[in-house]
């Protein structure tokens, strides 16, 4: 794919939804790193059911810490793998505490040596909360980067590695949500909706349905 083909399906995507946003619902990085952590294999819809109870409940490292394990699984045991993340995100409480003064570390390293935030997780909030040039790759970003020839790439890293090498400037800070949200709702993977596909004459995918 050619640097003009790119620069057109951003700039149409611009053009459809100018300020992009997630679907994760919260008030502050540490809500959003929490609800980042929760996401992974569920939807968002099923975090922010269940983190609309648990913050009003508990929002700051510190109430979250205080509630514990036992405490939080209560709010989140809706949530696949709720046990798992329950553990990770008292254990990230603490070093934020610890390390950080309870705040959400603007620092890629610092991130990702909290308890189950690894680089996607890390990129999210990254871009998110603190407004970096970055892109998280998750399925459907992966999906969608191949599929189109967007971005090509082998694994997550490549396909992340070859999007902020060829995205223009201009589209960084939001081509992690207008992809995301294509991906969910038009480029799906079973059956692609090409035929409402906003850059469907752009995409280089041979196999197109009606």
């Known amino acids: 794919m050619n640097p003009a083909k790119r620069q057109a399906i ?5 053009n459809a ?3 992009p946003r997630g679907e994760l619902q919260y008030a ?6 929490v609800a980042v952590i929760l996401s992974a294999q569920a939807t968002d819809k099923s975090v922010n059911r269940a983190t609309g109870p648990l913050y009003k409940k508990a929002n700051t490292p510190q109430a979250l810490l ?3 394990v036992p405490g939080l699984e209560q709010y989140i045991k809706s949530i696949g793998l709720y046990r798992t993340k329950a553990k990770n995100i008292i254990a990230t409480c603490a070093i934020l505490l610890e390390k950080h003064g309870g705040a959400v570390p603007r620092d890629r390293a610092a991130l990702e040596e909290l308890p189950g935030v690894g680089r996607k997780t890390a990129n999210v909030v990254l871009n998110i909360a603190f407004g970096e040039p970055t892109i ?7 999906r969608i980067s ?7 790439g082998k694994d997550v890293l490549a396909v992340e590695q070859k999007l902020l090498k060829v995205t223009p400037e201009a589209f960084k800070q939001h081509a992690h949500h207008w992809l995301i949200l294509h991906g969910r709702y038009i480029c799906i993977a079973r059956k ?3 035929g409402e596909c906003p850059i469907n004459d752009l995409c280089e995918f041979r196999q ?3």
């Open 146 to 152: 191949n599929r189109t020839g967007l971005a090509p």
């Open 66 to 68: 205080k509630l514990g």
């Open 17 to 19: 939804n100018p300020e």
């Open 208 to 210: 197109k349905s009606k």
């Open 10 to 14: 951003f700039e149409r995507f611009r």
């Open 192 to 194: 692609p909706r090409c």
């Open 28 to 33: 502050s990085p540490f809500e959003l790193l």
């Open 136 to 142: 998280a790759v998750d399925t459907h970003i992966f």
